[in-house]
């Protein structure tokens, strides 16, 4: 079965940094690109940060750019995001996705975890 | 906040056909494909339609979807209760070179 499942939310001060985990199953994780999307309560999906299948590209929103870090370990079929420098509006909920073979091609993203959620309070 | 603007709510009956737009530029409709996301309050997105108006193993013929220019639609026809949830266009931005969603239609069967 084709899963994503997500791990390391929790409530961190403003300021203070935590590191998401996303753990890959049932697909070959290094031929796909994976993303990060979060939702703010009561708000709109938000794409967050991409990365490559091979881990060489990586692309982040403008308001995470410079504070977060998308990485990926092939070997572990685990996708992460480095959160630094925390904000009281990156609380949300933090999905990851699975997206196409490559970063920006049009297959959407077809396979979603549960969510993280992140609180900065 | 979002490039994609999309009308915040949209409603119909049971059987009833119902269209969401998904309004964008140049740098993401026009120059790449748009998918839909449908997301059930509380539950994870779904992919419902890739590459403009393809749709993914599973999800029903009654969504469809099409564009033109700068901008999308998704169609609901057939509407059911079941398909009361908040819907998501997406497209890549050559300009900002990432993901861009839209603001999310609510969609409710009266």
């Known amino acids: 079965e084709v899963q994503l499942l997500e791990s390391g939310g929790g409530l961190v001060q403003p300021g203070g940094s935590l590191t998401l985990s996303c753990a890959a199953s049932?697909?070959?994780?290094?031929?796909?690109?994976m993303s990060w999307v979060r939702q703010a309560p009561g708000k709109g999906l938000e794409w967050v940060s991409g990365v490559s299948g091979g881990g060489g590209g990586t692309y982040y929103a403008d308001s995470v750019k410079g504070r977060f870090t998308i990485s990926r370990d092939n070997s572990k079929n685990t996708l992460y995001l480095q959160m630094n420098t925390l904000r009281a509006d990156d609380t949300a909920v933090y999905y990851c996705a699975k997206g196409g073979r490559l970063i920006a091609a049009g297959k959407g993203f077809d396979i979603w975890g549960q969510g993280t959620m992140v609180t900065v309070s | 906040q979002s490039v994609l603007t999309q009308p915040p709510s949209a409603s119909g009956t049971p059987g009833q056909r119902v269209t969401i737009s998904c309004s964008g530029s140049?740098?993401?409709?026009?120059?790449?494909?748009v998918n839909w996301y449908q997301q059930v309050p509380g539950t994870a997105p779904k992919l419902l339609i890739y590459n403009n108006n393809q749709r993914p193993s599973g999800v029903p013929d009654r969504f469809s979807g099409s564009m033109s220019g700068t901008s999308a639609s998704l169609a609901i026809s057939g509407l059911q209760s079941e398909d009361e949830a908040d819907y998501y266009c997406a497209a890549w931005d050559d300009g900002l070179n990432g993901q861009v969603f839209g603001t999310g239609t609510k969609v409710t069967v009266l």
């Open positions: 049932g697909f070959t994780f290094s031929s796909y690109s």
């Open positions: 140049s740098s993401n409709i026009r120059g790449n494909t």
